[in-house]
Every structure is written in C-alpha cells, then in structure tokens.
C-alpha cells in the first residue's frame, strides 16, 4: 500500500502534460494559444466598452443631420439622393473626390507599392481593374516574401551591432574593475574575428529590448513632429499613426501625403519613406525580441503549474528506415553488388583502394554500429542542424532562429 500510494503520489505530481503525453514545446504552444484566446476576449469587451456608445452616439448625429436636411429640402427625392451619396462613398473611397492629390501618379503608385510589399495596407488606394487585381496577387507574394527577408537581415544586423556595442561596454567595465588581462585580451583578438568573440558573448535579451524600444520611440517622436504641422493632425494623433504604420496594421483612418499639395513635397515624401522604412524595421525587430520574453514567461507559467512535460528519451538503437534487419535483408538479395571503399594502402589487414568488398565485409570490417548510425541521425535532427554555417533545414528559422543565435538563446 505504500509503495502504491507513493507510485500514485509521483503520478499526481506529474502534471496534467505529462498525462496527457504532452511535450514541453507542445504544451508551450497551447499554453500561449488560451493566452492569446483569453487577451483577445479581454481586448473584445475593453474596446466594446469604450466605443460602443461613442459609435451610437455618432450614428445618432449622422441620422439626426440627414433628417434635417432633407426636411429643409423635401423637394429632393430620397432614392436619388441615397444613389448619390453611394457614389460620393465610392469616389471618397478611390480618392478622386475632393482636392485629394491624384493615386495612381507615380509618387501615388509607388506609396501604394510600398504599402503592399510592407504588409501596411492602408486600404486608401486599391487596384479597381481585374488586370491590375491579378498583377497585385503575384507582385504582392514576391514584394513581401522580399520585405521579410530584408526586416529579417536588419533584425540579424541590428542585434549584432548591439551585441558588439554591449561587448564593448562590458570589458570596459571589466578592466575598470581590474578583472580582465589586457595583454590577454589584445592576443586573443589578433588571433579571433570579431564575429567570433560575439558569438561566445551573448547580449542580456532585455537590454536589446530596452534599446530598440527606446530606439523605436525615437523615431516614432521624430516622425510625429514632421507630421504633426505637415498634415494638421494634433501629436497624439501623430504618434498613434506611427504606432499602426510601423506595426504594419494600418487601419487607414489617418493616412499621409493625401492632399493635393505641400510645401516642399519631394522633401517631405523623402523623410516620409526613410521614416516609415526604420519604423517598420525597428517595431519589427522588437516584436521578435519580444517574442523571445513572452516565450520566457510561458516557460515560467508551465514551471508554476508544476506541469512536468514529457521530455523526447534518447533512442537506444529503436529502429527505422536504417535497421540491421533491412541491412540483413538486404545483403542477402544483393550479394552480389559491392562498394568500392577507400583505404589507406600501407595499413596491415587493408584492402588497396581499388579494391572491391561486399556490403558486409564493408560493415564487419569497420565495426559499424547501425543503431548508433540511427542515433546520430535522429540527434542531428534534434539539433536542428545548427552548425556554425547554418545550412540545416531543421530547427526554428526566420527571426526566432536569429535571436537564438545572436541572443543566446537556445534553450528558452
């Protein structure tokens, strides 16, 4: 009895992941989709809550405004005039209603383009032929899969530049403290590039993230104090547009360089675009940053609630597409084919390196283990094959592989 309640004691304890026959990566992903579910529930009510009245109240005005006009003119007929204001809407919505500068300029063109290829999608200007809805599908695939590839290289330079210039802070600080040996120091970096030495030294992944915050913040201010007076918008409303342009979410409902004319317009779409490039690139880069930490905290919650994942064991020789009973097997039906295996020629009990043996004598001879062929198969899968050139295909890729490998993180 007491050998039983213990055994049911450690089954208890295990957790519910490991009942469930969950890994630690498994259980990491549902975790972080109830999180996402339950902030997208509290995201639904807070914003119900703050603007549903105001979109009543607003829809009221509107009724209450087009009632009274068509009492002050009972004359107009309500069918024509709710066909003209459908297409005022539709002309508003294309951009050639009003003293809206012409879309589809070349300025025009290429900010729609660089909407697209950016993932911003402001909605203001969209193709309206079937020519151009076509063009889009395919511009639109290569445009992104090329822009992700950029933010992706600037994300893997920009954590390198820091980790170079956090490296630089801390052995200054340590020869400040005495710690270090210079003359150590001074060999070691004659002998070791500096891509090396910053491999070996790994950043504090919440400084990089204090520092492309304060980074982004940066240049959210700056370009807020270009639009601010430019487009007439107040400074809160600068900084929201920054916020929802760098994400990439853009709404639509504040969009630059619309009007008809600026002072100093080829000045001021210049900045425009160099800002929206860095913002895009800065944003970017910390939301994979900080990605990296909320990747941490579900690690820290899977550890209070105490759910002991199921861990992948080490294969002991387990079998699969390379077992000694395929080898067998296969020796017996293809005696008569042999491999042609190089050796050196002055070694006792070696055959020259012309000469033929049979796929068994080739196993016998070199003492080859097929289960521990399988077993180094399989880890090398597990590792994801990160070598130092990087050329696996297993593993994470993208930006979570480059901040593992610039921040040090592999085993969050």
Known sequence: MVVLSGSMARSGHRGCCYVLHLREDNARFILLFVVLGIYMITGAILFMILEQDNEVLEKQVYTDRLNSFLRAYPSINRTDFDAILKVHAEAESAGFAGTKRPRWDFPGSFYFVGTVVSTI????????TVAGKIVLIFYGFFGCAGTILFFNLFLERIITFLAYILRSIHERDLKRKGLTNGSNDSRRGSQ??????????KPSVYWVMLILFLGAVIVACCASAMYHPVEDWTYFEAIYFCFVTFATIGFGDYVVSQKESYPNVH??????????????????????????????????IIKKLNCRCRRRKKSKGRRNAITPGHIHRGSKMNKSKAVTVECDSDSDGRRNSD?????????????????MMQKQLWETSQRGMNSSNGSGFQGPVGPLAILNRKLGQEEV
């Open 355 to 371: 000469e033929m043996i049979s796929m068994r004598d080739f196993l016998q001879a070199n003492k080859i283990s097929l289960a």
């Open 192 to 201: 070791v590039s500096d891509d090396d030495r910053l491999d070996t030294w």
């Open 267 to 300: 000045l001021y779409r210049f900045g425009n675009f160099i800002f929206i490039v860095i913002g895009c690139c800065c944003i970017y880069s910390l939301f994979n940053v900080a990605s990296i930490v909320i990747k941490q905290l579900l690690n820290w």
């Open 121 to 128: 999608g402001f909605g203001m200007t969209t193709p309206r």
